[in-house]
């Protein structure tokens, strides 16, 4: 038997050509860190009586310097898959029993009235308005047209463009306030406003850098590297119009596109879309309604009652905001790229590693304003601070003008991510680590800075139909 020969092998004196002397106790191939030895490694009558000798009480079981998992020099060589995965099965106990205390505390609060009601029916203007707003991509692409013709100046070009682009800003803002709509209605023509004020800005400043290029004297190397500019003073319609539908903010002629549209994931995409919306609802109605309508004035009364509803509307604040990023910024846009077949998907980086509040910048921004601020001499904190500030404004009016109440929560915190910017570079600095960074980036933007605004508005909200 195995174990017989290998009771005979140990008995007798090892011999220099002996398997036990190819294997140094210390550097023991096939050991696999707990005394046995891996399959397969070892061949023929040698690898057999060493794989029966690691198996015995004497055989050696500590046989090289190696330090625990979770020693500072060895914590980060781990695989940490099983603490992710106590933390999801926490996470998910943990929430099931606040599900199961909000439901017997509240009942089931979430009615149909929550998609659509007869109130919905009184924002028909918004609905007019928000239909009405291709008439200003009509007037850029008539502008530019004028222009490429030579029919008027650049200068009367310029003034034309930004007629357009604040038009298509107040417009909307004057339908809104005149007819006292809901908030939630306001807020999506002012988002959608927003859209289109931003793809107009783009439209008129990539036509006009295209005048100046077709001009330049480098435009011969320009197009050598660049061939996709081949006609510099082209203007087309049909690239505007797609780009108006296209998920994306930055004009140019012409994209990288797929080569066909996949109708099954597209109809999965749509189902996930659906689910999700749903959920969003849920958390809203079940959860952040009661909490804030159960909330005083952050500002006034009890600090450590404020410090406590924050808190406590911060979470399901948070999940409504992932899911509204994870339905808008990645399934609803990948819906609209697959059927339009837009091949750049990339509309959005991994912002939840940010290390700085200024890292989730968007491309817009960087192409727009950041970049021209540089070239003409302006410093870069400058520049970003300027970023922030336009930022900050349309923020501001996203939200104010649905609301109706100009306080400027919003404007400022965007705005207070400026001095948060220099205290996390800062701190990096002085711990030499990254993380400080990212966890002052989710603490700031997710945990105080959303729940603070939804009760600030919320409660002005109130104040306001009070004293109407």
């Not at 914590?75 to 996470?91: E, P, T």
């Not at 948060?420 to 600095?429: A, D, S």
């Amino acid at each position: 038997m195995a174990s017989s020969r290998g009771g005979e092998a140990l008995a007798r004196s090892p011999e220099p050509h002996s398997p036990l002397r190819r294997r140094p106790p210390v550097a023991a191939e096939g050991d696999d860190g707990r005394g046995g030895v891996r399959r397969g490694e070892d061949q023929g009558a040698g690898g057999s009586v060493w794989a029966d000798f690691s198996r015995r009480a004497s055989a050696p079981v500590h046989r090289r310097v190696r330090e625990s998992p979770l020693s500072s020099d060895a914590v980060f060589k781990q695989s940490h898959a099983g603490l992710l995965n106590l933390c999801i099965v926490v996470l998910i106990a943990v929430n099931g029993r606040l599900i199961i205390e909000n439901l017997m505390k509240y009942g089931l609060l979430i009615r149909a009235g929550f998609w659509f009601s007869s109130k919905s029916l009184r924002d028909w203007p918004l609905l007019i308005c928000c239909v009405t707003l291709p008439v200003f991509p009509l007037g850029a692409f008539t502008t530019e047209k004028m222009a490429q013709h030579k029919f008027i100046s650049e200068p009367l070009v310029i003034c034309l463009h930004v007629v357009l682009t604040m038009a298509s800003i107040l417009y909307p803002v004057y339908v809104i306030i005149r007819f006292d709509s809901a908030v939630l209605s306001g807020f999506t023509l002012m988002f959608f406003a927003i859209i289109v004020w931003s793809k107009l800005v783009s439209y008129a400043h990539t036509n006009y850098d295209r005048r100046v290029l077709s001009k330049s004297i480098h435009k011969d190397d320009i197009h050598s590297h660049f061939p996709e500019l081949d006609d510099l003073k082209w203007v087309s319609f049909k690239s505007l119009v797609y780009f108006m539908v296209a998920p994306t903010l930055c004009y140019q002629l012409n994209y990288p596109r797929t080569t066909s549209i996949r109708k099954g994931w597209v109809i999965h995409q749509i189902v996930k879309l659906v689910i999700f919306t749903g959920l969003m609802g849920f958390i809203i109605e079940q959860y952040i309604n009661p909490i804030i309508k159960n909330s005083q004035h952050p500002l006034r009364g009890n600090l450590l009652y404020a410090i406590e509803r924050v808190l406590k509307l911060s979470i399901p604040t948070l999940y409504v905001w992932l899911c509204m990023f994870y339905c808008f910024f990645h399934l609803w846009l990948n819906i609209l790229a697959e059927l339009l077949r837009f091949g750049d998907r990339e509309f959005y980086k991994d912002w939840w590693n940010a290390k700085t509040i200024d890292e989730p910048v968007h491309k817009w921004m960087i192409r727009h304003i950041y970049f021209p601020c540089l070239q003409n001499g302006l410093p870069k904190g400058v520049a970003l601070m300027i970023a922030f500030f336009l930022s900050a404004i349309f923020h501001e009016i996203c939200v104010a003008v649905p609301c109706q109440i100009f306080k400027f929560w919003a404007f400022i915190g965007i705005m207070f991510q400026i001095p948060l910017i220099v205290l996390t570079k800062y701190l990096q600095n002085k711990f030499k680590n990254t993380t400080v960074g990212n966890m002052i980036f989710w603490l700031f933007f997710c945990i105080l800075g959303q729940p603070m605004c939804i009760l600030l508005y919320y409660h002005d909200v109130m104040n306001r139909k009070v004293k109407l």
